[in-house]
């Protein structure tokens, strides 16, 4: 069955960076777009980004656009979310999925911006 998980989050300053990365397994990963989602403390689940299944096509939300950039190695069926420039507001819960709803999310991984 599907099986994504994330990983690299962690507590980082304001204006830090964080690297996150999702291992795919149970499904055909070369083939598919990849979302990421997150859910802030108390709120619902926001789409981050996608990924086309080639990687050539990329697309953000607006508050994280310029900041975040998403990519991803078929060979090694992994995502990455690589987070620059992160802000307060950017704490919660990250997912990759398979669509923009959250559909077969993993765990999670835990980012959080503080001082």
């Given at each position: 069955?599907?099986?994504?998980?994330?990983?690299?989050?962690g507590l980082?300053q304001p204006?830090?960076s964080?690297?996150?990365s999702?291992a795919a397994?149970g499904?055909s990963?070369?083939?598919s777009p990849m979302?990421?989602?997150?859910?802030a403390p108390?709120?619902?689940l926001?789409?981050?980004s996608?990924?086309?299944?080639?990687g050539?096509?990329?697309?953000?939300a607006d508050s994280?656009k310029?900041?975040?950039?998403?990519?991803?190695?078929?060979?090694?069926?992994?995502l990455?979310l690589?987070?620059n420039s992160?802000k307060?507001?950017d704490?919660g819960?990250?997912?990759?999925?398979?669509?923009?709803?959250?559909?077969?999310r993993g765990?999670?991984?835990?980012?959080?911006?503080?001082s």
């Amino acid at each position: 069955q599907v099986q994504l998980v994330e990983s690299g989050g962690g507590l980082v300053q304001p204006g830090g960076s964080l690297r996150l990365s999702c291992a795919a397994s149970g499904f055909s990963f070369s083939t598919s777009p990849m979302y990421w989602v997150r859910q802030a403390p108390g709120k619902g689940l926001e789409w981050v980004s996608t990924i086309t299944f080639t990687g050539r096509n990329t697309y953000y939300a607006d508050s994280v656009k310029g900041r975040f950039t998403v990519s991803r190695d078929n060979a090694r069926r992994t995502l990455y979310l690589q987070m620059n420039s992160l802000k307060s507001e950017d704490t919660g819960v990250y997912y990759c999925a398979k669509n923009e709803r959250g559909e077969g999310r993993g765990q999670g991984t835990q980012v959080t911006v503080s001082s």
